[in-house]
């Protein structure tokens, strides 16, 4: 798979109509690290079981976001873009 580009995932964040986005599990509790999208607005919200107290979300960058697909290898991308779209609501 190709690099991925801000307007890539732009696209099918409108496209599939995605809101959150798992990106990983904690090693430790198993808790979904998700990525949140919001029109133009994007944040990561790393809280788990783990802490014991609450983080505000961070707030992320549409070219961050890119950097986690470009930093995979092709094949891996390809996984990581699948699961991605496969985030977002089933068209209507
Ligand atoms: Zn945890």
Redesign the pocket.
């Known amino acids: 798979m190709e690099q991925v580009t801000v307007d890539d995932l732009k696209k099918a964040v409108t496209e599939h109509d995605i809101r959150i986005w798992p990106l990983r599990q904690?090693s430790?509790?198993l808790?979904s690290l998700t990525y949140a999208f919001d029109g133009d607005r994007i944040t990561y919200d790393a809280n788990?079981?783990?802490v014991t107290y609450t983080r505000p979300p961070e707030k992320r960058s549409w070219d961050s976001v890119a950097e986690i697909f470009n930093m995979q290898t092709p094949d891996a991308r390809e996984r990581m873009w699948d699961e991605f779209v496969a985030a977002g609501q089933p068209a209507k």
């Open positions: 904690c430790m509790c808790t788990c079981s783990c």
